[in-house]
């Protein structure tokens, strides 16, 4: 007899049940999830400590890689997961094999195959007066 599944495999949305009251608020926070991972891209992906929470400086969907050496205390017990900020607090998922997101500050594509690799950059390239 196979046990009853709380939370969906891949992204752990909640799935609704009969005794479930205010059924909206679930199904809103996993189209709010949906929402955020089908636009596929992130701020950063090597910040060592969390972004600013003051409330003005977030908006409601940034999202993050959060780095597996990470030392901010809300990020360092969820190395390797995707933040997604939302109202006053974060919301961490685990990624997913296949998983792609653009990253804003690095101008580069990453996929997530047991850890992210970089499948392509649109890097500025250094002049010979750089190097």
């Not at 900020?85 to 094999?97: C, D, F, K, L, R």
């Not at 296949?98 to 992210?116: A, P, Q, R, S, T």
């Amino acid at each position: 007899m196979r046990s009853f599944m709380e939370n969906s495999e891949r992204l752990g949305f909640d799935f609704l049940t009969y005794y479930h009251v205010q059924k909206e608020i679930i199904l809103n926070k996993n189209f709010s999830l949906i929402d955020k991972c089908v636009w596929n891209n992130v701020l950063a992906s090597r910040s060592l400590a969390e972004p600013n929470t003051d409330g003005k400086s977030q908006k409601v969907g940034d999202m993050y890689l959060v780095p597996q050496d990470s030392k901010f205390s809300r990020w360092d017990v969820n190395p390797g997961k995707i933040a997604i900020y939302n109202e006053a607090n974060w919301t961490y998922i685990s990624p997913q094999n296949g998983m792609m997101f653009w990253v804003l500050d690095e101008k580069v594509m990453l996929i997530y195959y047991g850890d992210w690799h970089e499948i392509f950059s649109k890097k500025e390239k250094q002049t010979k007066s750089e190097s």
